[in-house]
């Protein structure tokens, strides 16, 4: 994490990717910032039905694609909620922050 971003949650961070990481078997480390981007500004943007964030999460990583590959926990819609509603809005509007510059600057590097 960069020096700038020191001021997040590191913690939460990492139990929010390690949710991921366990319920999406076999999944790339680099599509777990982008599915919790887009979970995150699912649930920010006010929709409170965990499995279209969760789904919406998934289809953005294209998880359904490679079905073969990964291995996708009936738990992650329950695991995910409950790390949601357990944290205040203003701190996941900061880890969403985190993912949203870290994804954009993974971007620009590949280019």
Do not use: C, H, W
Request: glycine share 2%; no cysteine; charged share 35%.
């Amino acid at each position: 994490m960069s020096s700038m971003l020191s001021f997040l949650n590191s913690k939460y961070i990492k139990e929010l990717e390690s949710i991921v990481s366990r319920d999406l078997a076999s999944t790339s480390p680099d599509d777990i910032p982008k599915f919790l981007e887009e979970v995150l500004r699912r649930y920010l943007d006010g929709e409170r039905d965990l499995e279209k964030i969760v789904n919406a999460g998934l289809l953005k990583i294209r998880v359904f694609e490679k079905l073969n590959k990964i291995n996708i926990s009936p738990n992650i819609y329950k695991d995910i909620g409950e790390e949601l509603r357990r944290v205040p809005e203003q701190e996941l509007k900061t880890v969403f922050v985190y993912y949203f510059i870290s994804n954009r600057s993974n971007l620009n590097k590949k280019k």
